[in-house]
C-alpha cells in the first residue's frame, strides 16, 4: 500500500471448475498467470479499482513487495505453462516451470506511476519472506526450481549439476535502497528450519519470520497426498537487527497449522500484534530436519485468525473467517484488515460463488478486546 492505495498486481488466475450455466465468471477468468494491476484508493467514499501500468517483467505469482514511502518494491516469483485442466489458458507459448530473480520499484509521484529496474536477488526465489526496517530491504527462507538444478519442484535444498548442495534461504540479505549499487548484501544466517512461504514482518528493529512449508526433498510428481508433499514448520524466530541475535518464539503459534505466505509485510496491528490469515493442515511437521506428527491434522484449509501478542509471547485464535481459505494477500491498516484472493474450497459468500483461486475482495473490522475479523464491511470484484 502506497499512502492509501491498496495495490493488487500479477498473480494466478487458477481458472473456474463451474460451468457457464451456474456461474458467468468462466470465460471471464481464464487460466493463467498475471501482470496487470489495479490500485483502489481508500480515501474515496465509493471504492472503485484502477489500472495501473503493467508489471515490466514476467507474469508471476507467489512475488514479494514492501513499500517504502511512496515507492513499492517487487521482486521474484514462479511461472509455467498453465495446464488447460479448467478450460482455456492464456498461455501463448510452452514455459518451463522456474523460480524468478529480478525486482522493480513501483513510484507514485505527481499522480504517475512510474516503474524502474532493480537489482536482482542472489538467487531466483518464490516464496520468500520480505520486510523492510528505515531504508533496508531483508529477505530471507525461500524456495528455488530452476531447469539446471535437480529438482522437480519448489525446493528449499537444491543439488546443482557439479553435485554441489545449496540451502536456499538460509541467508539473511538485506539491500540499502539509498545505495542501490551495492545491490542484495549478505546480513546473517537464519538458524531455523528451512522453509518458504513464511509470514515475515518486523516491528522497530526486530524481523520476526513465522511458519511456512517445507517441501519434501524426494518430491514425486504422482504423489496424490499433498501431506507427503508438504510439511508444516513450527519454529519460529525472533530476529534483533541491531544486536544480531536470533530468539526462537517460545509460544505455539501454528495450531497446526502453517504456510500463510502473505505477499507483504504489513501483518502487524499497533506495532505489536501479529494478525495471520487461514493456513492449511499437513500430516506433518518438519522441525529441525526432523519430522514431527501433527496431533492437528485434517488436511484441510483453515478460517482461523490466529494472533500473536509479540510482548506477552501469547497467541489469541478463532473461526470467525467468513471462508476457509490458504495464503491469501491481506494488509493491516488500523483497525481494518482487506483481503484478496488466496486459495481455497468452492465456498459462497453473500450468495457468490467463488471456486479454488477466489476473486474474492474483503474488508474486515477489528474488534478489541478478541479481535473479531468482522464478515464484512465491504466486498468488490477486482476488474480483470
Known amino acids: 500500500m502506497i499512502d492509501n492505495k491498496l495495490i493488487y498486481l500479477c498473480g494466478l488466475n487458477g481458472g473456474i471448475t463451474f460451468s457457464y450455466a451456474t456461474n458467468y465468471k468462466v470465460n471471464k477468468y481464464i487460466r493463467g498467470f498475471k501482470n496487470d494491476g489495479y490500485y483502489l484508493d481508500l480515501n474515496e467514499k465509493i471504492y472503485t479499482w ?6 515490466p517483467g514476467t507474469e508471476r505469482q507467489a512475488g514479494r513487495a514492501v513499500c517504502i514511502d511512496n515507492t513499492m518494491y517487487c521482486y521474484g516469483g514462479y511461472v509455467y505453462a498453465p495446464t488447460r485442466n479448467h478450460g482455456k489458458t492464456n498461455n501463448k507459448k510452452k514455459q518451463s516451470f522456474n523460480t524468478l530473480q529480478d525486482g522493480y520499484a513501483l513510484k507514485y509521484t505527481d499522480n504517475k506511476w512510474i516503474w524502474t529496474k532493480l537489482p536482482n536477488l542472489p538467487v531466483s526465489m518464490s516464496g520468500f519472506g520480505m520486510t523492510k526496517i528505515n531504508n533496508y530491504i531483508y529477505i530471507c527462507c525461500g524456495a528455488h526450481r530452476k531447469a539446471h538444478y535437480r529438482c522437480h519442484h519448489l525446493m528449499v535444498k537444491v543439488e546443482s549439476r557439479n553435485n554441489k548442495n ?32 513464511p509470514a515475515m514482518t ?57 504456510n500463510w505466505g502473505p505477499g507483504n509485510d504489513e501483518i502487524v496491528y499497533k506495532d505489536r500484534y501479529i494478525i495471520l490469515i487461514g493456513g492449511h493442515s499437513y500430516r506433518y511437521f518438519m522441525n529441525k530436519n526432523k519430522l514431527m506428527k501433527n496431533s492437528m491434522y485434517n488436511g484441510k484449509f483453515s478460517n482461523r485468525i490466529i494472533i500473536y501478542d ?28 482487506y483481503l484478496i ?44
Open 50 to 55: 484502477n489500472r495501473i501500468p503493467e508489471f
Open 202 to 258: 518486523s516491528i522497530g528493529d526486530k524481523i520476526y519470520i513465522i511458519g511456512g512449508i517445507y517441501p519434501n526433498q524426494e518430491w514425486i510428481t504422482n504423489i496424490k497426498d499433498t501431506s507427503k508433499r508438504f510439511y508444516n514448520i513450527n519454529d519460529n524466530w525472533e530476529y534483533n537487527t541491531v544486536t544480531k541475535e536470533w530468539s526462537l518464539i517460545k509460544t505455539n503459534i501454528c495450531n497446526g497449522l502453517s
Open 310 to 337: 509479540t510482548v506477552t509471547d501469547t497467541c489469541y485464535n478463532d473461526n470467525t473467517l467468513f471462508c476457509e481459505i490458504n495464503v491469501p494477500d491481506y494488509i493491516v491498516r488500523d483497525n481494518k484488515i
Open 341 to 384: 484472493g488466496g486459495e481455497s474450497v468452492r465456498y459462497k459468500f453473500e450468495r457468490e460463488s467463488f471456486g479454488r483461486h477466489s476473486d474474492v475482495f474483503a474488508i474486515g473490522e477489528i474488534e478489541e478486546p478478541i479481535f473479531d475479523l468482522i464478515p464484512l464491511l465491504s466486498r468488490l470484484i477486482t476488474k480483470q
Open 166 to 197: 545449496t540451502e536456499i534461504g538460509r541467508i539473511l540479505y538485506r539491500l540499502d535502497i539509498n545505495n542501490l549499487n551495492k545491490g542484495w548484501e549478505k546480513y546473517d544466517t537464519f538458524p531455523g528450519t528451512l522453509r518458504f512461504n
